[in-house]
Structure formats: structure tokens, C-alpha cells
């Protein structure tokens, strides 16, 4: 049974600040990684993917990954009250693995 | 281009009552799924197609099935509904033509929020 397993939260982080997420995962043999963001009441939305090692960069949002470590990350730069939602991290080799998810709050 | 549809939005039912979930995606996606979703528990697999014809289960099966009716239509049957079904319910669908599978950027549909009584 694959395990993926996120920091705990609420997160609550004020306006403008860095929100870090962290997820780690049990399966050496996922190849993908992937953030999604689920507004309450809705469904999942994919915000990030990454296959390789290292940075990754879109917009505000930045995803990290270290296979060796199985460690991904996502940081939210520049924090908007929008980005309050439950982040997901999932990881696969052809089906998805979540994890329970991080819910953060951003604070005006 | 709508995406992945769901129907119905949200369903009530008693114990012993069946029922069949619908999914249908227009991205001509090779791969469909069905996830439940409870609190505190993130996001569970039901079944999934990798492709038209065949079907394959997830994390957590029992007492529902599935058909892959087309390449665009993925329905979730519950035979025998019981209280411990009560959940959010999530199709998805992946691996656009040609695409390599171990991408598999999954898009979700909106989701039917099914109560049993």
C-alpha cells in the first residue's frame, strides 16, 4: 500500500507571506508528482506537476522534488486570500496516491 | 469543451436502494476513474479503466462495479447502498492520445455528494 503523507495542518499564513507545503511518499517507484488545489465544496483542481529532480516554477507557486529523499514540496510565494484552500499532493506510476491533504488559510 | 461531467449532483438514498453514478469526458482521455472522498481521508480509488473494454479495481471496491460503456463514458454502480457509503464521489480522466502514461495529469469532474440513509 502506497503511502503519501502531508504535513499537518491548518496553515495559517498572513497576506503576502510563503505558505510551505511538504508531502513525502513510501512508493520508490513513482514517477510522477503532482499539487492539486480543492476550494471547499469543489473539486480538485491540478496547479502543479513535476517528473524530474529540482525546482519547478509556475506563477507564485513552486514545486520541489527530491527522489532520493522522497520528499516534494510546493511553496506559495506572495500569499493571496484566494490560496486558502486544501492543497493535495499525489504521486503515481500509472494510478494516483493522495495524500489526506493541507488545508491553509490566508489571512488579510 | 466541458471536461469531465458528472451526473447527478447530489443523490439521497435509503439502505438497500441501487443507484448508477454517471461520468462522461470530451478530452478523448484514455484513462477514466472513480474516487470517493471522505473527510480526513483525502482521496480513495474505486475503480479505474486504463482504456474502452477494461477495468480494474482500486483501493477500496467492494460494493460497487463499473462500466466503461465508451471511450467517454466511465458510470459507477452502488447494487446495494449502505450508510458507509455516504461520501463525495469523483470521476477523473488522464493520458490524452499518445500521451506517455506515466504523465497522468488527471482532471476531475464537479463530484456527486450522495447521502444514505
Known amino acids: 500500500q502506497k503511502e503519501v503523507e502531508q504535513n499537518s495542518g491548518p496553515l495559517s499564513v498572513p497576506e503576502g507571506a510563503i505558505a510551505s507545503l511538504n508531502c513525502t511518499y513510501s512508493?520508490?517507484?513513482?514517477?510522477?508528482f503532482f499539487w492539486y488545489r480543492q476550494y471547499s465544496g469543489k473539486s480538485p483542481e491540478l496547479i502543479m506537476s513535476?517528473?524530474?529532480?529540482g525546482d519547478k516554477e509556475d506563477g507564485r507557486f513552486t514545486a520541489q522534488l527530491n527522489k532520493a529523499s522522497q520528499y516534494v514540496s510546493l511553496l506559495i510565494r506572495d500569499s493571496q486570500p484566494s490560496d486558502s484552500a486544501t492543497y493535495l499532493c499525489?504521486?503515481?506510476?500509472?494510478?494516483?496516491?493522495f495524500g489526506a491533504g493541507t488545508t491553509v488559510t490566508v489571512r488579510a | 469543451n466541458a471536461g469531465v461531467t458528472q451526473t447527478p449532483k447530489f443523490q439521497v438514498l435509503k439502505t438497500g436502494q441501487s443507484m448508477t453514478l454517471q461520468c462522461a469526458q470530451d478530452m478523448n482521455h484514455n484513462s477514466m476513474y472513480w474516487y470517493r472522498q471522505d473527510p480526513g481521508m483525502g482521496l480513495r480509488l474505486i475503480y479505474y479503466s486504463a482504456s474502452e473494454g477494461t477495468t480494474d479495481k482500486g483501493e477500496v471496491p467492494n460494493g460497487y462495479n463499473v462500466s466503461r460503456l465508451n471511450k467517454r463514458e466511465f458510470s459507477l454502480r452502488l447494487e446495494s447502498a449502505a450508510p458507509s457509503q455516504t461520501s463525495v464521489y469523483f470521476c477523473?480522466?488522464?493520458?490524452?492520445?499518445?500521451?506517455?502514461?506515466?504523465?497522468?495529469?488527471?482532471?476531475f469532474g464537479p463530484g456527486t455528494r450522495l447521502t444514505v440513509l
Open positions: 513535476i517528473y524530474s529532480n
Open positions: 512508493d520508490r517507484v513513482s514517477q510522477s
Open positions: 499525489a504521486t503515481s506510476d500509472y494510478k494516483l496516491s
Open positions: 477523473a480522466s488522464s493520458e490524452p492520445e499518445g500521451s506517455p502514461k506515466i504523465y497522468n495529469e488527471q482532471f
